[in-house]
């Protein structure tokens, strides 16, 4: 069943030694132009990198080399708004794509284009690691691949045969991000200390990697900084400059 299928995800981290073919590569791609799209704009692209010399380099500057050199396929997926330009100049139009709303539409529709891919590729017995690495340095892959204006490298994604299958990642309880009418935050205390000896338990005794850690305290380390702060001077660089 697809439920049985999503609930068993785990990012994969090591692949066999099996090349996708690109007939399956644009299976996967054709799947994943399924996913909605908001007013039908498609506003994604995805570069397929079968260059040995152009995955060295994704992995360098993701700083993922193991992921981008070991993988059977390696997809950099993007936010695209050059073709919609190319769309408006056969009406001799512009569109104006520098706004927040823009921004959001693209990396919503490149999301859930993604995810179709991801569940494509899992139901076919392969498997996938989302790679957000790649805005490690997103304006020197952005020149490695050629992107135009308009055009943003938002991710990547691995694709091929799981060499090891990992344990599923417990998620938070349905009680802590389901809410009825309104949002009600008042359970969070009991929930998210439930969650963390929930998480605790699960790295101390999963069979790689064992560590004592909870959830909360992650998220408070990695949130307590702001992350990759120069997106905002990239993005603007790009084109969409929030104006």
Request: one cysteine or more; a negative charge.
């Amino acid at each position: 069943m697809i439920i049985d299928l999503l609930n068993s995800h785990a990012s994969v981290r090591s692949y066999t030694d099996e090349v996708l073919s690109k007939e399956t590569v644009r299976e996967l791609v054709s799947a994943g132009q399924h996913a909605a799209s908001s007013h039908f704009v498609q506003a994604y692209s995805v570069v397929h990198a079968t260059d040995e010399a152009v995955r060295e380099k994704l992995g360098e500057y993701s700083k993922n080399p193991h992921q981008f050199n070991g993988a059977g396929a390696a997809l950099v997926f993007c936010a695209d708004f050059h073709r919609l330009q190319a769309a408006a100049a056969l009406h001799d139009r512009s569109i104006d794509f520098s706004h927040a709303e823009a921004l959001l539409v693209g990396t919503i529709d490149v999301a859930l284009f993604a995810q179709n891919i991801a569940i494509a590729a899992e139901s076919k017995g392969y498997g996938i690691c989302y790679i957000g690495g790649v805005r490690n340095n997103p304006a020197e892959i952005s020149e490695l691949l050629k992107l135009p204006d308009g055009v943003v490298p938002l991710f990547g994604m691995t694709i091929g045969v799981p060499a090891k299958v990992n344990e599923v990642k417990p998620r938070l309880p349905v009680d802590a991000v389901l809410h009825e009418n309104m949002y009600d935050a008042s359970n969070y205390e009991e929930v998210l200390r439930g969650y963390d000896a929930t998480m605790a338990t699960y790295y101390e005794t999963r069979s790689s990697n064992q560590k004592i850690a909870g959830w909360t305290e992650q998220m408070a380390d990695f949130l307590e900084s702001p992350q990759r702060p120069y997106m905002k001077e990239f993005l603007r660089d790009r084109g969409f400059k929030f104006d």
